[in-house]
């Protein structure tokens, strides 16, 4: 099985170790990864801001350099929904209209591919360590994706999945809400570590970049004894 892996801007800038992992978990399981050079940011922080037309010169030339693929790819549930907001973005340009829609329905988030596409829940990881999950926004949201995530850590032997209360909640990232609302973000992200810690959980898991970013931000600046992991990590690991 073929599939195109969309890295993201944070996966190519901040988390490289985190496609690696990507790539060795889907090979693993049987699939062929190609990494379309001509890709660049989805466009999501534009679109989020309202400036639709940049958002759209962004989404060509990533329809462009996906529409040939079987199957797409992303270790990020919030780039993930901004693909399926392609066609949306071009309702007034049924041509393009088609090819976005095309791209949008062979999309997935990397744990959603896994567990809804290959039909795996088991894929072989160990991680001995009491871990808790935050749940992204968009994933959850716009995904609507709440349990490939849990199919997947559930099977990782040596694993204690702890609750986290009010995991629902948004960790305070949003794009350029922390830019924009940064005494608001410092609070939801300071909630978000704290519960965490009520956890008692040596180890924050995640399946998007930019609330992997912005909590073990603060987790770091805070000197907090809490690691914090993207999933793949914690699929691709055989301690």
Known sequence: MKVSL????????????????????LERLGCEIDLPQGQICCGQPAYNSGYRKDAQKAAKQMITSFEDATYIVTPS????????????LFKEDKEWQERAQAV?????????FIVNVLGVEDVGA??????????SCHMIRLLQETEAPFKLLKNV?????LPLENSYDC??????FAVKMV??????VDEKIRHVEESTAEVLIAADGGCLMNI?????????PIEVKHIAQILNSRA
């Open 157 to 161: 032997k040596g694993l204690e999945l």
């Open 183 to 188: 005494p608001i973000s410092e609070q939801m």
């Open 171 to 176: 960790c305070g990232f949003g794009g350029t």
């Open 216 to 224: 073990k931000g603060r987790i770091d600046r805070k000197e907090k």
């Open 104 to 112: 949008a329905d062979h999309t997935y988030e990397f744990t959603q």
């Open 126 to 135: 160990i991680y001995p360590a009491r871990a808790t999950y935050h749940t």
């Open 6 to 25: 969309f890295i993201t801007c944070l996966g190519e800038m901040f988390y490289q170790d985190v496609a690696k992992d990507v790539v060795e978990v």
């Open 77 to 88: 549930g919030s780039c993930a929904a901004m693909f399926k907001e392609y066609p949306d």
